[in-house]
């Protein structure tokens, strides 16, 4: 059994920058995939970020490209997600999750553990 707990949610303003993070406890080894999910209100659950349990492969959707980073520290069994350049389209529920896989899925329903979820609210 996995469980994830995520982190470092909250208010910040236009322009500004936040840290997820998202600490795994259980059995997660080499072969997991770990990804970072969003979802607004009254929208559909969406693919932000994924990364390798060994952070070799990394992926995102393009609406983040170049502004959001995902990392992965093995020994601490945690996944970030720095967020920079934030804006309104980015306010969210945000939510972690990993599955056993060889590759980085885009779809949720390819995960089998996720988080409670955490609160990104950008605002001024």
């Known amino acids: 059994q996995v469980q994830l707990v995520e982190s470092g949610g909250g208010l910040v303003q236009p322009g500004g920058s936040l840290r997820l993070s998202c600490a795994g406890s259980g059995t997660i080894f080499r072969g997991y995939v770990m990804g970072w999910f969003r979802q607004a209100p009254g929208k559909e659950r969406e693919f932000v970020a994924g990364?390798?349990?060994?952070?070799?492969?990394?992926d995102y959707a393009e609406s983040v490209k170049d502004r959001f980073t995902i990392s992965i520290d093995n020994a601490k069994n945690t996944v970030y997600l720095q967020m920079n350049s934030l804006n309104s389209e980015d306010t969210a529920v945000y939510y972690c999750t990993t599955t056993v896989g060889a590759r980085i899925y885009k779809n949720g329903a390819a995960y089998s553990y996720w988080g409670q979820g955490t609160q990104v609210t950008v605002a001024s």
């Open positions: 990364i390798k349990w060994t952070g070799t492969t990394t």
